[in-house]
């Protein structure tokens, strides 16, 4: 039986239900008819009163498994993509509750190291909506949380009616209705979410849940999420059609932004029932292999590559971070992270320790403490420049309420006047300390702000912020181990009442033909003494495909009204923006920086890591060209208008998505600079 379309478009109107905006203000908690509802469902799915004509069943899953990683600070950013597995299963049901599945195809590959062992239970699919009780992890993650739709369910679950949807499939017209889950004791391993229902005949359509923080076994699980779909067939049987999970992982003991995630993603189809299978095929473990060399055999119909391209849009367009949203206006402000509420916190290594020539070494530390799991949160860290002597340190308090937060912050802080690095910190540090090489031109700011943060849709952001600062200057006072510093121009002398308007656009994720990024700040502000200015910022980037090969725009650029100061100047040139010019040349109030890069995958030597891990076998080659320009300097800096535009040719190597290096040749200078780091990527948390 091959799978039917109306039967696709069945199960995606459910799952495009949008959450309620005030879901927990709406609802009402165990209403006659939402427990009516549940008594229904629960003696439909217990077999009291269920279809007894459906003995057993084969179906086909196909399923990819994705490990990733997360950095950078609020990690925000989309994951990174370091493994996928692409899985072929034969899936066998037989009533009551008997289940086995055999893998007959399973392919990998790695775009960073990895020795990841997935879980037996991770690698195939969940039969009759989990049974009585939910395990994951072959119960190291989660193990023997009730489900609300047992006998015992009604007792220690509650129940609330949501929107009803009704489909239109050419066998009948279904009506679903949404039945909103809590438990009624948040301190016992429980799970929180929405059931959809068959109104008819009280059978589970879909499950979008997460658990209560005691249901994870793991001190690791930072949350899962989980979305069952099941589709329609014969008319009569709900069976299961998609199934998506995201387990996060953060470090148990330092709050750094950096976090795991494992995310399967399956679609079950060609179905064939009551074939009569015997019980005796369902013994020994429920997941099975074929032999390796079976297995490698299969006959997959494009390349893997192709494959996780084409299932990233997908798994994009299903983000599980919606049904995170919704499951926590259902908790309400209770905690739904099995995180520790008190951990040392920073934002990355450079937090702990970072070198620059005007602090020279400078030590730090910091500390988060939270309530209402990632609601409510207070941090604090300090650090001390030891060739400077000064304390430095940021205190800030955020409350969050679904998309929107609002924060409080006070700080004392090293700042770069670039809007955007141009080196890692951990690299920074290091040239600095070793070769007085030091990619920033710094200031001092003390102050405090109030910021305003709205999410908008599943990748976008508004930030609103005003405050109040005081800028200072800053002299060279550290001695590198070779060479010389240059001098730190005095950007400070000032004080600022500053407001900000900000729109953010994040990248779409992993493994995707197609990205875009765009990040726009306005700024207003008034000197002391009675100046105004307005500042206009933004950077971004597209990808786009060229066959096998991509190609990559980056710009960033800014205008300025004439009163800007010093410190709030746009700077050009050299490592970063243009290779081949000096290191920050250029300047003014006017600035503008385009990258296009033609980035082409070849042929590159595999090397093991440890007992079952290699590396790719491809490195990324990207040559590039470079146009920048900017105009009108400000009073009191060095930076000075470009001559023209300037341009840089070169070309770019990167490797395990990690390591880049570059090449550029300035057209105006005639000069050739060579540079390495780590990619963009991981900035954020060095």
């Known amino acids: 039986m091959h799978r039917l379309a109306a039967l696709a478009v069945g199960a995606s109107a459910i799952a495009a239900l949008p959450p309620s905006p005030s879901v927990a203000a709406a609802q009402t908690w165990n209403s006659d008819a939402a427990l009516a509802l549940a008594r229904r469902a629960v003696l439909r799915r217990s077999g009291a009163v269920a279809d007894s004509s459906l003995h057993d069943y084969k179906a086909q899953a196909h399923g990819f498994l994705f490990f990733l990683g997360a950095f950078g600070q609020g990690l925000a950013d989309p994951p990174r993509l370091i493994k996928a597995d692409q899985l072929e299963l034969e899936v066998y049901w037989r009533a009551p509750a008997s289940s086995k599945q055999r893998v007959i195809g399973w392919r990998d590959q790695a775009q960073l190291p990895t020795d990841i062992n997935y879980h037996r239970d991770h690698l195939g699919i969940i039969q009759n909506n989990f049974g009585a009780a939910i395990r994951l992890g072959e119960g190291d993650e989660v193990r ?98 998609r199934q998506e999970i995201e387990i996060r992982r953060r470090a148990t003991w330092l709050d750094v932004p950096v976090r795991g995630i494992i995310r399967a993603r399956w679609e079950i189809d060609d179905y064939e029932l009551n074939l009569g299978l015997a019980q005796s095929w369902f013994a020994g473990d429920e997941i099975t292999f074929l032999p390796k060399a079976e297995r490698d055999s299969f006959p997959w119909h494009e390349p893997l590559a192709t494959a996780i391209q084409g299932v990233a849009e997908p798994v994009r367009q299903n983000d599980l971070e919606r049904v995170r949203t919704e499951v926590e206006e259902i908790a309400g402000r209770r905690a739904l992270t099995g995180l520790k509420a008190r951990r040392l916190g920073v934002r990355g290594v450079s937090d702990i320790v970072h070198s620059n020539r005007v602090e020279g070494l400078a030590l730090g530390a910091g500390i988060v403490l939270r309530s209402g799991g990632e609601r409510r949160e207070l941090r604090a860290r300090a650090s001390y420049g030891f060739a400077d002597d000064r304390a430095k340190g940021a205190l800030s308090a955020v409350d969050r309420r679904g998309r929107r937060s609002v924060e409080l912050s006070v700080y004392r802080e090293v700042r770069d006047v670039g809007d955007y690095p141009v080196i890692s910190p951990l690299f920074n540090s290091i040239t600095s300390q070793e070769f007085g090489r030091d990619y920033g031109d710094y200031y001092l700011a003390e102050g405090g702000r109030v910021t305003y943060r709205h999410g908008v ?19 060279v006072a550290a001695t590198p181990a070779n060479g010389t510093f240059r001098w730190n121009p005095p950007l400070g002398g000032v004080g600022v009442d500053l407001g900000q308007l900000a729109f953010e656009r994040r990248s779409e994720g992993f493994a995707v033909r197609r990205d875009l990024h765009l990040e726009t700040v306005l700024e207003g502000g008034r000197v002391d003494g009675g100046a105004t200015y307005v500042r206009l910022s933004g950077n971004g980037h597209v990808l786009f495909p060229a066959g096998a090969t991509r190609l990559l725009v980056r710009a960033q650029g800014g205008v300025a009204s004439a009163d800007l100061p010093a410190h709030r100047a746009f700077v050009l040139g050299g490592r ?6 000096p290191f920050r040349a250029w300047g003014g109030r006017n600035v503008a920086l385009v990258h296009l890069e033609w980035r082409v995958p070849v042929p590159f030597l595999s090397l093991g890591v440890g007992t079952y891990a290699r590396t790719p076998r491809v490195l990324t080659v990207a040559p590039y060209v470079a146009c920048g320009w900017s105009a009108h300097p400000v009073a009191g800096t060095p930076w000075v208008a470009a001559s023209g535009t300037r341009t840089t040719l070169g070309i770019g190597f990167e490797w395990l998505g990690v390591f880049r290096w570059d090449a550029g040749y300035g057209t105006a200078t005639h000069a050739v600079v060579v540079t390495f780091d780590v990619t963009r990527d991981f900035w954020g948390i060095l």
Not at 154 to 183: H, K, M, N, S
Not at 462 to 472: A, K, M, V
């Open 144 to 241: 023997d949380v009730p489900h609300p739709l047992t006998p015992a369910g009604t007792d220690i679950y509650d129940f609330a009616l949501g929107d009803t949807t009704d489909i239109t499939l050419p066998e009948r017209e279904v009506r679903v209705v949404a039945l909103r889950v809590r438990p009624r004791d948040f301190t016992l391993p429980r799970i929180v979410g929405t059931l959809y229902l068959d109104v008819e005949t009280a059978d589970l359509v879909r499950m979008a849940f997460n658990f209560t923080p005691r249901a994870y076994l793991d001190p690791e699980l930072e949350d899962v999420s989980i979305v069952l779909d099941n589709a329609l067939w014969e008319r009569r049987y709900w069976l299961p059609y």
């Open 457 to 475: 849709g599943v990748r976008g952001e508004w930030r609103l912020s005003g405050g109040r600062e005081s800028i200072g200057s800053m002299e």
């Open 576 to 581: 970063g923006t243009l290779l081949g010019d």
